[in-house]
Each structure stands twice: as structure tokens, then as C-alpha cells.
């Protein structure tokens, strides 16, 4: 039987998503927005394409401004939440807070009522921050939902590593773990070309450099486009995770995971999502690596802490008024 992939949000990221999942034929995408014909229109016209890209899916859009077309993702293999607003230039993720955990705590209750058995992927931002709302508002299994955001740093450090080194970005490891804002981790002590430490390959100084627009990435791009923010990259960073769920590839792609009793012992995080090393997989989140800091990561890591945690509290707030 064919996977079934709802996307909410027929914007820059979900229309993206949509159409590398048609290209890479992982399943059926249905397309959900609250704007009437636009989610209908972008799924007739990728539909359209598919004899071109030389697959039989199906690609089905439905418009949310009647909330029982929510009815439609019922069987979801995985839902990709896209839906609400994206920054501009000057601002930063945590400012769309307020707009985009109303817009969650919505989407939250339908996928309860509709589909609460899929495995969730949370990319609206501040991601770390809306898959903590997420869980709470819908009550699902913490380990069935993961925020984007390591996919994608990691993605990016990679690529700059490549840049610089003139190497191609397939012997690049590295990684990037923490919140998905301004103070993420990328993991420097375990990025190697090939096997070789980075460390070994390029000075501090252009380390640090690469270190900060890897953590500036996104405004990097908010700056160049100025109505709204990346989507390519996070399309694809995307794509990886529900491949590697419907394949079920137990791909370790770093990403905003519950950090249960058990979890906080090593990660100081407790009830929090944040970016670990995760194991993704048919059940969301398989296994969580644990890395042992030096001192120098711990201090990096709890700062990245303080500021998920911060955002959590504002969560928790919106849902007391609730
Ligand atoms: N976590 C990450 O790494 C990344 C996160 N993002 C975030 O993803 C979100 C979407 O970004 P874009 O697609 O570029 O924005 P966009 O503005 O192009 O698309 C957002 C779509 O959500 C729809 N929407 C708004 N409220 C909705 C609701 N209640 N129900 C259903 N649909 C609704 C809008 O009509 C719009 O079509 C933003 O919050 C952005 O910050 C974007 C890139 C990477
Ligand atoms: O920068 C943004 O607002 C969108 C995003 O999360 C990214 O591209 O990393």
C-alpha cells in the first residue's frame, strides 16, 4: 500500500516539501491551507506534472476554511506541519511566537481528532518551541513528534565546511544539536572531512566563521529575500526525515526531540524539545545518542537549554489563558 503524507501549509516550505515527496515518490501528499483554492491549485498543478516526473501518485489538495476537510489526512503515515507565518527581515524566530502557536494549538486539535496515530514532523518556528505546543495541546506520544531543525543546520554546516575546503559535501560529517535559533550547537569536535577532524583541516579563526553563518543561516537568507524566509534547504532537510520515517531508515538526523526523566540525566532538558542526535525511524524518534560534553560544550549546551526553555514558559502561559 502507498504511504500517505499530509502537509499543512501549502506555502513556500509545505508546496516545496510536496513536490520533492512527489519527486522522490515516497507517497500520496495531501496539500492543507487555510487559504480556499490555493492548496487545491498547487496539488492539480504538481499533479499535472507527474507524467513528466514519471510517477503514479496521487497529490490532493483541501482547504481548512471548513475545518472538517481535516477530515481528509485521516491514515496519515506522517504530517509535516508548515502552517504560519514566516519572518522578515530584523526579525527573529522567537518573534513569531505569539502569531504561531495559536495557528498550532488549531492544527493540534485536528490532527488529535483526525490522525493521532501518524508520526508528526513541527517546521513552523520557532519549531523547538511549537512541537513543545504541539504535544501538549494534542497529547500525542512524545517520541511520534519531531521539530525541524538539525536536518537542516546541519545541512547548512555542512555545506559551508564543503565550500571551504573544496571537498565534496558527501565526505562531510557534521552535525549541528540545540534550539534551532541563534545559539544551536554545531558540534565542531565531531565534524571531520573523510575521517579527518576539522580541526585538523582549517584554522580556529575560519572555524569560528563558519560556525556563525551556519547559526545565522536562516537570517542569511531572510536577508536576501526579504518577504519571508528559506525554503529549498528546509524542503529537502524535510524530505529526509519522512523518507526516513516511511522507509523506515533509522537515519541519524539531529532534530528537536522530547527529552524525557530518562533523556534529562545526560541532556539537562527535561520536558523540553530540543535538538539531539535522534535515530528517526517508523515510530518518529528510535534512539537518542547521548554525547559526553567537555566543559566548554556544556557551557554552549546550557545556554542553548535556556532559551527553549524560556519559549516553553511563554507556551505554557498561552495555554493557561486558554
Ligand atoms: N524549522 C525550520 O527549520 C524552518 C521553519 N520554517 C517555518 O515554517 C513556516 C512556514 O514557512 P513558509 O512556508 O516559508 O511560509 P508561507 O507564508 O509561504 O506559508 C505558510 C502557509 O501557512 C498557511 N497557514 C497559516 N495559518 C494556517 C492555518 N491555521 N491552517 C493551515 N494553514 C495555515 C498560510 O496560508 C500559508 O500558505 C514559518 O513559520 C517558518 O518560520 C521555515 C523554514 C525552516
Ligand atoms: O530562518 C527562518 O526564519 C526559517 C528557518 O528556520 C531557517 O531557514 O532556518
Known amino acids: ?26 507517497g500520496d501528499v495531501y496539500l492543507f491551507d487555510v487559504v480556499d483554492g490555493v492548496p487545491e491549485g498547487k496539488a492539480l498543478d504538481m499533479m499535472e506534472g507527474t507524467p513528466h516526473w514519471g ?19 485521516k491514515g496519515s503515515d506522517v504530517i509535516v506541519i508548515t ?24 492544527v493540534a486539535k485536528n490532527v488529535k481528532k483526525y490522525s493521532p496515530e501518524s508520526v508528526i514532523v513541527i517546521v513552523s518556528n520557532p519549531a523547538d518551541t ?10 500525542i506520544e512524545p517520541k511520534k513528534i519531531i521539530g525541524l531543525g538539525g536536518s537542516l543546520d546541519s545541512s547548512r554546516f555542512r555545506t559551508f565546511l564543503a565550500m571551504e575546503l573544496k571537498a565534496s559535501v558527501q565526505d562531510v560529517n557534521a ?9 544551536m550547537v554545531p558540534f565542531i569536535r565531531y565534524s571531520s572531512v573523510g575521517g579527518i577532524p576539522i580541526t585538523d583541516l582549517l584554522s580556529k579563526e575560519k572555524i569560528d566563521e563558519i560556525v556563525k553563518r551556519t547559526r ?3 537570517g542569511e537568507i ?3 529575500l526579504k518577504t519571508g524566509s528559506a525554503y529549498y534547504a528546509p524542503g529537502i532537510a524535510i524530505t529526509a526525515m519522512v523518507e526516513s520515517i516511511i522507509k523506515d531508515r533509522r537515519r541519524m538526523i539531529p532534530c528537536a526531540a522530547f527529552v524525557d526523566e530518562k533523556t534529562s540525566k545526560h541532556y539537562s532538558a527535561q520536558g523540553l524539545f530540543i ?5 528517526i525511524g517508523k515510530n518518529g524518534v528510535e534512539r537518542i545518542f547521548d554525547i559526553n560534553f567537555t566543559a566548554e560544550e556544556k557551557e554552549l549546551w546550557n545556554k542553548t537549554v535556556a532559551s527553549v526553555k524560556g519559549n516553553a514558559e511563554k507556551v505554557d502561559q498561552f495555554l493557561t489563558k486558554q
Open 130 to 139: 511549537m512541537a513543545y505546543a504541539f504535544q501538549k495541546v494534542s497529547g
Open 175 to 183: 552535525f549541528v544539536i540545540g534550539g534551532h535559533g541563534d545559539d
Open 83 to 106: 502552517a504560519g507565518l514566516a519572518r522578515k527581515p530584523g526579525m527573529s524566530r522567537d518573534d513569531l511566537l505569539a502569531k504561531n502557536i495559536a495557528i498550532i494549538a488549531d
Open 275 to 279: 535538538g539531539l542526535p535522534i535515530l
Open 222 to 224: 531572510v536577508d536576501y
Open 216 to 218: 545565522f543561516g536562516g
Open 55 to 73: 510517477t503514479d501518485l496521487n497529490i490532493k489538495g483541501f482547504t481548512t476554511v471548513d475545518p472538517k476537510n481535516y477530515e481528509n489526512m
Open 1 to 26: 500500500m502507498r504511504s500517505k503524507i499530509s502537509v499543512i501549509g501549502a506555502g513556500n516550505v509545505g508546496a516545496t516539501v510536496a513536490q520533492f515527496i512527489a519527486l522522490k515518490d515516497l
